[in-house]
Nanobody
Framework: QVQLVESGGGSVQPGGSLRLSCAAS????????MGWYRQAPGEERELVAR???????NYADSVKGRFTISRDNAKNTVYLQMNSLKPEDTAVYYC?????????????????WGQGTQVTVSS
């Protein structure tokens, strides 16, 4: 199986920055898409940014120009650099990945979520 472990959340004032990290571990063969979603209280979970193994990116319109997603394939880790944070960015941020892993002699494709990390932007 595969685990995703997030870190880097916290509290920051408006205009500040945070960097989230998410490391995948397990008997991993390859990781295709890695990304970040967020969910604010009373709201549905929404895509923030995602990055394919080929380098293609997608960003929510609300974060374009402020957030940058990147990954270190050697470390199976994805990052989210968040700048110019706004109060409306406050949410629990979840890492997400499509991972092909070894199960015995087979390769299995799985879709995984991290446990979530809280980001609070407030003065």
């Amino acid at each position: 199986q595969v685990q995703l472990v997030e870190s880097g959340g916290g509290s920051v004032q408006p205009g500040g920055s945070l960097r989230l990290s998410c490391a995948a571990s397990g008997r991993i063969f390859s990781i295709n898409i890695m990304g970040w979603y967020r969910q604010a209280p009373g709201e549905e979970r929404e895509l923030v940014a995602r990055l394919t193994s080929g380098g293609s990116t997608n960003y929510a319109d609300s974060v374009k120009g402020r957030f940058t997603i990147s990954r270190d394939n050697a470390k199976n880790t994805v990052y989210l650099q968040m700048n110019s944070l706004k109060p409306e960015d406050t949410a629990v941020y979840y890492c997400n990945a499509d991972v092909t892993y070894y199960s015995g002699s087979y390769r299995v494709l799985g879709h995984y979520w991290g446990q979530g990390t809280q980001v609070t932007v407030s003065s």
